[in-house]
């Protein structure tokens, strides 16, 4: 289930430079959670490289989620850096990103940085929380704990409350 | 590639303005949302109200650039946006409306969010697959955007007799609206005969049943329907969207070309 792997790479198996622009986009992060890079979001779906020309396609994560334009203009930046001056980044529509994508590393770092990660999606559906699970608190693991509101600081999240240690976290949503 | 090419080549123009029309709807609902942004009853609020309008607004960028492409890329989403006046824009009426108070907006959202579920989960079955990508990203929002603006209506109506009045008045004050959700002209009619647009008139039976229930259960009468009105899609507007693109495209009329 977990397709954490799923970043395509249309280049020969083994090919160095390919590796190399797999380790440079992963260190490309998101603007506004800056301890996951856009592979552990499951965002980064394609690398392919043609002659000089890198082609990068990413997925949107939210419809209208702002941070999209800084991540397109990092990977450009990054890649630039790195001497690769054609680059393209393309935005793919479907399949829809899902937080089912997001890798178990990046689910680790997010809980680290104080952000309980998101649920596993039941049968393909999901809203903030899934019927019959918890939202564990992501500094005392907690089971006990409660949603303030169904929105965050941004649209990705969602408020909660730590009943037992009392702190307020967000949640990354299930989508 | 496709053998039927003159029926392909006629629809061509009409997918164009039916994906225009649909970003209508959701860019005039998310400006109108986006007004609560700092203005909202309290802080959580103000948030999930902005994040929605960010939601909607980013769903109108989806098809305003698909359209843009498909004529031609000769406007791209912003053109769409910015440069087109009131009589060109042809989003659904109820979208348009004035945010009001608390009730009207949550009275207008909710409709509009049951209604869109429905829309969207029949938009995903489209034969045009972009309309059916941006639809399948939609629909997982819109579900979301049910569950808490349903919330409200039922802690609202169910609530004090201030904010029951005043959610019941609001849903009188919206329901002539509501009719032209499910109104379709000759055009949509080819576009749904083709498999692309969503056959509206058919969704009408379930998004009544569930308004239904949802009011009876917050203690609210459903309106009787006595009157309605239409027109959006004709661009056929109410005198409040003039305003609403005044503020809207006010930077790029003043100062045309305008990039930041």
């Known amino acids: ?42 965002i980064l779906r394609d690398i392919s490289l043609d002659g000089g020309q890198v082609t990068v396609t990413i997925t949107t994560t939210y419809s209208g989620c702002p941070a999209m334009s800084t991540i397109k203009a990092d990977i450009r930046q990054t890649l630039s850096d790195a001497g690769y001056q054609d680059v393209q980044v393309k935005q793919s529509l ?15 770092k997010l809980r680290e940085y104080g952000i309980a990660p998101p649920q596993k999606s039941v049968d393909g559906r999901c809203a903030v929380v899934s019927p019959g699970t918890a939202v564990i608190c992501p500094q005392c693991s907690s089971e006990h704990t409660e949603c303030i509101s169904e929105f965050g600081s941004t649209a990705c999240k969602a408020l909660y409350r730590c009943l037992e240690c009392a702190e307020p976290f967000d949640y990354f949503k299930c989508l | 590639m496709n053998s039927n090419s003159d029926n392909k080549e006629a629809g061509k123009q009409d997918i164009v303005n039916y994906a225009i029309a649909l970003g209508d709807d959701s860019l005039t609902l998310g400006h109108r949302l986006s007004e609560w942004s700092s203005n909202a009853p309290f802080l959580e609020e103000d948030l999930a109200l902005s994040n929605v309008a960010l939601d909607f607004i980013g769903r109108a960028m989806m098809f305003y650039s698909y359209s843009g492409e498909a004529e031609g890329a000769e406007r791209n989403e912003d053109d769409i946006a910015y440069l087109r006046d009131c009589r060109e824009y042809r989003n ?5 409306l004035p945010i009001g108070d608390f009730a009207d907006t949550m009275a207008r959202q909710f409709l509009v969010d049951v209604y869109d579920v429905g829309f969207y989960t ?9 309309l ?14 049910l569950r808490r603006s349903e919330e409200w209506i039922k802690r609202l109506g169910d609530g004090t007799d201030e904010s029951h009045d005043r959610m019941q008045r609001a849903f009188n004050d919206v329901w002539g609206y509501t009719h032209e959700l499910f109104e379709v002209d000759k055009t949509e009619q080819s576009l749904i005969n083709a498999g692309i647009a969503v056959d509206r ?60």
């Not at chain 1, 799923?6 to 301890?35: K, W, Y």
């Not at chain 2, 659904?92 to 348009?96: G, K, Q, T």
């Open chain 2, 132 to 145: 059916a990508a941006i639809a399948a990203k939609a629909v997982k929002e819109s579900r979301y955007h």
């Open chain 2, 201 to 260: 008139p058919a969704l009408k039976a379930d998004w009544e049943r569930y308004v239904q229930s949802v009011l009876k259960e917050a203690t609210l009468d459903t309106p009787d329907g006595q009157w309605s009105i239409r027109g959006g899609r004709e661009g056929m507007h109410t005198e409040h969207l003039g305003y609403l693109l005044a503020e809207l495209q006010f930077m790029q009329r003043a100062y045309p070309g305008l990039e930041w």
């Open chain 2, 92 to 96: 659904l009426l109820i979208c348009e």
């Open chain 1, 1 to 42: 289930m977990n397709t954490a792997q799923n970043v395509t790479v249309t280049a020969p198996p083994g090919d160095s430079e390919t590796d190399r622009l797999e380790a440079l986009l992963g260190q490309v992060s998101d603007p506004e959670i800056p301890v996951v890079s856009i592979r552990d979001l499951g």
């Open chain 2, 122 to 130: 029949e938009l995903m079955k489209s034969a045009d697959e972009t």
């Open chain 1, 94 to 108: 479907s399949p829809a990103w899902t937080t089912d994508w997001m890798t178990a590393e990046g689910r680790e």
